[in-house]
């Protein structure tokens, strides 16, 4: 009997997502609870057919290369895809997978989330408590910002800038977007990005992770944007220059800041952890049951397809 190809999952999966990947092969799962060092990938996807990668994974040409030349497909358990480089692998052949369209709700939700926190103080709010710090209602007591008639800004309008437009406008918020181009069938106005800082009193980032946006949101971007206004970003880390936004905040150049993805992730720019005017999460953007079952199960059935010489279901482009 031929020999089943092996599937090299970097780290733990949903059980529904390994049985679709049973189907197909011969599951290998990491079980390091921590993401793989590069060496230690390297000899992980020895011999594999297909890699299930994670964000935190880099998968390159010298990767696929360590995993010999029978390597047909990379599925990234993830929408954005900048761990990976594509025109590498694509070059060797390997079909190249991701997430689209599953985690829109849930990371538009988080998106969301973040707005309210940190425009309404929460995180402050919860700190006073929790350190049992004395306090009394009274009308001037942790005053945030209101929502109501206010302009939000989403930078890149795909499938989850649009989903945060769509709860900004249950909000009250007008939007204005910024892009490659306009969308006839968005009802917001297009701007460029110089406009859209100086008009947007929340600012949310929804751009792919790609040499064009690194760093977009740096100190002069900053010193664009309206001295109340708020930035909020659940994209990749890298878009915002983690040290500028710390000058700008200490600067009073913006109001506040919510982060749930950072510029060298899992490290924080240490000057952002002591602010009461920033709020953080640990890259929570799909982080539901729901959303992460699919996403791995999409990412799964992408490596069935093309071990079964079938098209994957969300290729992305070489
Ligand atoms: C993605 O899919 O790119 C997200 O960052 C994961 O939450």
């Not at 707005?115 to 209602?137: C, I, K, M, N, Y």
């Not at 945030?144 to 930078?155: F, N, R, Y």
């Not at 930035?231 to 009073?252: C, I, Q, S, Y």
Request: glycine share 8%.
């Amino acid at each position: 009997m031929p020999a089943r190809p092996i599937i090299a999952v970097t780290r733990w999966i949903p059980d529904d997502a390994v049985k679709v990947l049973a189907e197909a092969g011969e599951v290998r799962m990491s079980d390091l609870d921590r993401p793989l060092t590069p060496e230690e990938l390297r000899s992980f996807v020895a011999g594999a057919s297909a890699i299930v990668a994670m964000l935190h994974d880099r998968v390159d040409g010298e990767v696929a290369e360590a995993a010999g030349p029978q390597l047909a497909v990379v599925a990234n358990v993830a929408v954005g895809y900048d761990n990976l480089d594509v025109p590498a692998l694509s070059e060797r052949g390997v079909t190249v997978t991701n997430t689209p369209g599953v985690l829109t709700d849930a990371t538009a939700d988080l998106a969301f989330g973040l707005l309210l926190a940190v425009t309404r103080r929460l995180g402050e709010g919860e700190r006073l408590l929790r350190d049992r710090e004395p306090w009394s209602f009274h009308l001037g007591f942790l005053l945030g910002s209101g929502l109501q008639g206010k302009t939000l800004g989403i930078v890149g309008l795909g499938q989850i800038g649009r989903a945060m437009a769509t709860r900004g406008a249950a909000f009250g918020l007008r939007t204005v977007y910024s892009g490659r181009s306009a969308k006839p069938d968005f009802d917001g106005e297009f701007v460029s990005f110089d406009e859209l800082l100086k008009q947007s009193d929340f600012v949310s980032l929804h751009c792919p992770l790609t040499p064009e946006t690194r760093h977009l949101i740096d100190a002069a971007a900053l010193r664009a944007m309206k001295p109340g206004a708020y930035l909020v970003n659940t994209t990749r880390g890298p878009v915002v220059d983690e040290a500028a936004l710390a000058d700008a905040l200490e600067a009073g150049e913006i109001a506040g800041a919510a982060l749930d993805v950072f510029e060298r992730e899992p490290e924080v720019e240490p000057r952002l952890l002591t602010r009461d005017d920033v709020v953080l999460t640990p890259h929570l953007g799909s982080a539901t049951v729901e959303t992460r079952t699919a996403m791995a199960v999409l990412a799964a059935r992408n490596v069935t397809s093309v071990l079964t010489g079938e098209a994957p279901l969300t290729e992305v482009a070489p």
